[in-house]
């Protein structure tokens, strides 16, 4: 009888212990046996370290689980239990691939939301009105990110290597490199050619400082008070000098109209004009 109990303490305690150790592990891997989960879905390209119940965090808290994992043609689908029934994401929201650690570690996803709230009072996301306030709600789906690592970085720079081959890039890089030498080139020859138009022009740049300054000087001096004063004098008198020889050139025109004065003028001409061949004989040839 004593054995008998002693073995069934025994018994009781290794099934207490393998309970404990399962809730532990349960609870370490973000578990939870809670009524008010909801449900969301992740779509990944690639899905590389995730497993099911891998935890679910969000801004470093744990705040659910992945529940299963599901592999299709088009993508991988992970179902993630979250725990909070009141947790507001307000969208977009996608789900990240991380380690818990900068040193490695478990793999799990991480929630991450680029969206503000617009709402004072928003729904909870498990209710019907959820779908209209710009949060994530329960059934939705989101775009996942896959797990960043060396083997995808090496995947990717074989990808673009390939894409380059493909499209000649190398080739039209060096096209690109000997066009930009030889433009480069020209450039240095148009500039080595402005600096000798520049001196060549130096000498004309010269006089026409030296012509500013002389017009300068003009046109300080002619707003001195004095040179005003001596301008206007010359200008009225070549006025009266101008009247004078209208005048002038209107008496002669008076003369020249009066026949008698004409003719005794042309008279007096010739008769000096006999006088000076009298007093003067022309020299005849021996």
Request: proline fraction near 3%; include cysteine.
């Amino acid at each position: 009888m004593r054995r008998s109990f002693r073995d069934a303490i025994v018994g009781f305690s290794l099934i207490g212990g393998v309970v404990a150790f399962a809730a532990t592990m349960l609870w370490l891997r973000g578990v939870r046996i809670r009524s008010n989960a909801w449900e969301i879905t992740a779509n990944f390209s690639d899905a590389t370290g995730l497993a099911e119940r891998s935890p679910v965090t969000y801004r470093g808290i744990l705040v659910g689980y992945v529940d299963e994992i599901s592999v299709n043609p088009e993508n991988v689908q992970a179902t993630l239990k979250i725990d909070k029934k009141d947790l507001l994401l307000p969208l977009p929201v996608f789900a990240k691939v991380v380690k818990n650690s900068l040193l490695g570690g478990d793999v799990q996803i991480a929630l991450v939301s680029r969206g503000k709230l617009t709402y004072k009072n928003p729904p909870l996301p498990s209710s019907e009105e959820c779908y209209k306030k710009g949060i994530l709600c329960k059934n939705d789906q989101i775009k996942g990110e896959a797990l960043s690592s060396i083997s995808n970085l090496a995947s990717e720079i074989g990808r673009i290597v390939k894409k380059a081959e493909e499209e000649d890039i190398v080739t039209n890089l060096v096209d690109s490199t000997k066009q930009f030498d030889k433009t480069q080139k020209e450039l240095e020859e148009l500039i080595l050619q402005a600096k000798q138009e520049l001196i060549r022009a130096q000498p004309t740049i010269n006089e026409l400082n030296s012509a500013s300054e002389h017009l300068n000087n003009i046109l300080a001096a002619i707003d001195n008070p004095k040179t005003l004063n001596d301008i206007q004098e010359t200008a009225s008198n070549t006025r009266s000098l101008s009247k004078k020889i209208d005048s002038l050139s209107g008496e002669v025109e008076k003369m020249m109209q009066d026949e008698e004065l004409m003719n005794a003028v042309r008279n007096v001409t010739i008769g000096l004009g006999e006088l000076f061949s009298e007093i003067y004989p022309a020299k005849t040839q021996r």
